[in-house]
């Protein structure tokens, strides 16, 4: 299984932002998936997940401002963000794990990809 994120960058407060994750073909549909993020000093912290019938489940932090989605047919997730703050400043991963439920710990996660860098200021 490969991960390969991309679309992060460096934003204003109050502004957006859409990861996506390319994964290996067939991944996302068989594996539940979700967004991870890793601030500097801090712990990796699930943020979003999707599991194979499309349901979702968000953090606190994060409910009402990101969006996770998937495209099977294009082996892609997503993650729209709206709103960002400057604590949303981390490095956001994908993974691929068979299940993450409410937690969305990262010992749930069997696959990462590399990881791309959101800046807010």
């Known amino acids: 299984v490969q991960l390969v994120e991309s679309g992060g960058g460096s934003v204003q407060a109050g502004g957006s932002l859409t990861l996506s994750c390319a994964a290996s073909p067939y991944t996302i549909r068989t594996y539940a998936m979700a967004w991870f993020r890793q601030a500097p000093g801090k712990e990796r912290e699930g943020i979003a997940t999707i599991d194979g019938n499309a349901v979702t489940t968000y953090k606190a932090s994060v409910k009402g401002r990101f969006t996770i989605s998937k495209d099977n047919n294009k082996n892609t997730l997503y993650l729209q963000m709206n709103n960002l703050k400057p604590e949303d400043t981390a490095m956001y991963y994908c993974?691929?794990?068979?299940?993450?439920?409410?937690?969305?710990?990262?010992?749930?996660?069997?696959?990462w990809g590399q990881g791309t860098q959101v800046t807010v200021s």
């Open positions: 993974a691929a794990g068979y299940y993450f439920g409410l937690a969305i710990s990262p010992t749930q996660a069997h696959y």
